[in-house]
């Protein structure tokens, strides 16, 4: 078939989109690059979005109307525009959930706006099964993006929810919905089976994400990355727009590798990430709710101590974790690593894969708080480096640092590679109490002779140390 | 199976293998920036939502494509700005001390 010369002109205009998301996306592998990445990008979104008008306007007919669009683009741009330059770097994690939750929700409507419009019986089999995947998909992202959001603000308890019974019924609830699915391509205009499917994707969204644990966190918005982008790649087989598929192919591409890379760093299998409710189980739960941990108590030194440690340091290698986050820590680490410099210490960082609630959440904080990124290391660079190492400072890092990852065997972490904090002469841990971390397990770092705990406040204490060290 | 699935899927595939090759690349350093990167590039569905607000529909299907319009815009602003705004942190040692 031939195309006018007005879609010719439109579906170039997606092609070039389609080649720029990719070179945009090809320069993010670098820092030094990355910026004009952004840019690309964005020249690309433009050439789509006006393709689309152009296409919508011109050559179909199908755009008549202007003022809701008109409307909706300029309160979403404002809104976009607020969230994009005003949120904190600590709630990142929190923002990148609620944006899956608004792709979700466009890409749901989307399916629903199809359907009522074009839907029923004239649907070919390709759309029918595209929009209900694109539905079920986008319905799902949406809710399971709310209550990853939920868990992160703390509206709904970070612990995992479990029931008897919860894998079984999610199972029968996800056959349920592809079986509906099919149902509609045999029958397309049966719309109580269509709304079926938005409702149990809804459904699904909830009860998927309810079993699953803060540490778990980081795997969580990988997924729910890569079901968003699913969705969108949907809708452009339900539509027959390419740059829909690529863009949602990249997406969920991205937001699968991201997911796989955060297993492989917690040494656990996707399967188990998204079933095992990690940090359910009872018997570390039990040792948490005792009043005193058996064993030997840990060495809690005072500001001084450990302030009097870090003045004899000659290298200090900084393990920051979520705790770093959530005290807003990362600007007073900053000005004791300063302190420290001027003496002639070295200071490194280590960075943990899952460290924090997202991936590369430290390096964000780090990076706001002006630390240079040649000064950050990955896990794999620098482990070699503690046992050469005076000081590991641990900040509000827990799991990370866990050793019972090399040692014990009935661990639920066991055979995660983990940060050597352990093996630095002395290790100085940062912590607000002597609880267990998020993911409710024991840390024997806590009780090792080389490691002296502070207690409160992390950046209170940081500050502190910055203060005694200026003396 | 209709010639369209076949193209679309042979889309699809190349995209996805395209974005696995480049994404693999991406440092640890920059997967948070890379996460609000790709949200961005999500908020495509707006091709998608503008036809379906533009349309000469029935109100519910107008309200339902608004409201996607609303979802995905803020998807594409936000999405580019946060992700420019963290990429000017990333600073080599010799930035601001």
């Known amino acids: 078939m031939t195309l006018s010369l007005a879609e010719t002109f439109v579906q170039l205009l997606y092609l070039a989109a389609s080649i720029l998301f990719v070179l945009g996306l090809k320069d993010l592998g670098d820092a030094q690059t990355a910026r004009r990445g952004v840019l690309l990008a964005e020249v690309g979104m433009v050439a789509a979005v006006a393709g689309t008008l152009l296409y919508g306007v011109g050559v179909t007919g199908v755009i008549v109307r202007w003022e809701w669009i008109l409307v909706a683009l300029l309160i979403g741009s404002a809104v976009g525009t607020g ?82 019974g919860q894998n079984a019924s999610n199972m029968a609830m996800i056959a349920g919905t592809l079986g509906l699915i099919g149902l509609l391509v045999l029958q397309p205009d049966a719309a109580w089976a269509f709304y079926a499917v938005a409702t149990l994707g809804v459904l699904l969204g909830v009860l998927l994400v309810l079993p699953i644990g803060g540490a778990d966190m980081p795997v969580v918005i990988c997924l729910l990355n890569s079901y968003a982008g699913l969705a969108a790649s949907a809708t452009g087989f339900a539509l027959g727009n390419n740059v ?13 590798l991201l997911g796989m890379m955060m297993s492989k760093a917690m040494n656990r299998s996707f399967s188990n990430v998204l079933f095992g409710a990690f940090g359910a189980a009872p018997e570390t739960k039990a040792v948490t709710e005792g009043a005193a941990p058996a064993g030997p108590a840990p060495n809690v030194g005072s500001v001084e101590e450990a302030a009097e440690v870090l003045r004899a340091a000659r290298s200090v290698i900084v393990v920051p974790g979520y705790g770093m986050a959530v005290s807003q820590a990362q600007h007073a680490v900053r000005d004791l690593a300063n302190v420290l410099q001027t003496h002639g210490c070295e200071v490194r960082y280590a960075i943990h894969p899952v460290a924090g609630r997202m991936p590369g959440h430290m390096n964000v904080l780090l990076a706001e708080a002006n630390v240079p990124y040649d000064h950050l290391f990955d896990l794999e660079v620098i482990n070699d480096d503690f046992s050469a190492t005076d000081v590991a400072l641990v900040v509000g890092a827990n799991d990370v640092v866990n050793p019972a990852a090399r040692s014990n065997q009935s661990s639920p972490i066991y055979g995660m590679p983990i940060l050597s904090a352990d093996m630095a002469k002395t290790c100085v841990v940062l912590k607000r109490s002597l609880n267990a971390g998020f993911a409710g397990i024991e840390n024997e770092l806590f009780v090792r002779s080389n490691t002296m705990m502070v207690l409160g406040d992390a950046k209170k204490t940081l500050m502190q140390f910055t203060a005694a060290l200026k003396e | 199976m209709s010639l369209t699935l076949i193209f679309g899927l042979y889309v699809f595939f190349l995209a996805a293998f395209t974005g696995y090759q480049v994404i693999s690349k991406v440092p640890h350093l920059l997967h948070t920036p890379l996460m609000a990167f790709t949200n961005a590039i999500s908020g495509i569905s707006l091709v998608g939502s503008l036809l379906a607000a533009g349309g000469h529909y029935g109100t519910v299907s107008t309200v339902l494509g608004a409201v996607a319009v609303l979802a995905a815009s803020i998807n594409v602003v936000g999405g580019f700005l946060i992700t420019d705004r963290m990429l000017r942190m990333f600073k080599k040692k010799g930035g601001a001390r």
């Open chain 1, 83 to 164: 969230m994009g330059l005003w949120i904190p770097m600590t709630k990142m994690p929190e923002r990148i959930a609620l944006s899956h939750a608004f792709g979700g929700l466009a890409v749901g409507l989307v399916g629903v706006v199809e359907y009522l419009e074009h839907g029923g019986a004239k649907m070919s089999t390709l759309q029918i099964t595209a929009t209900g995947l694109e539905v079920a998909l986008g319905a799902l992202t949406f809710t399971g993006s709310l209550m990853a959001f939920g868990k992160l603000q703390g509206f709904i308890t970070g612990r995992p929810v479990t029931y008897v």
């Open chain 1, 244 to 256: 829909l598929i690529i863009c949602g192919a990249l997406d969920g591409f991205s937001g699968f």
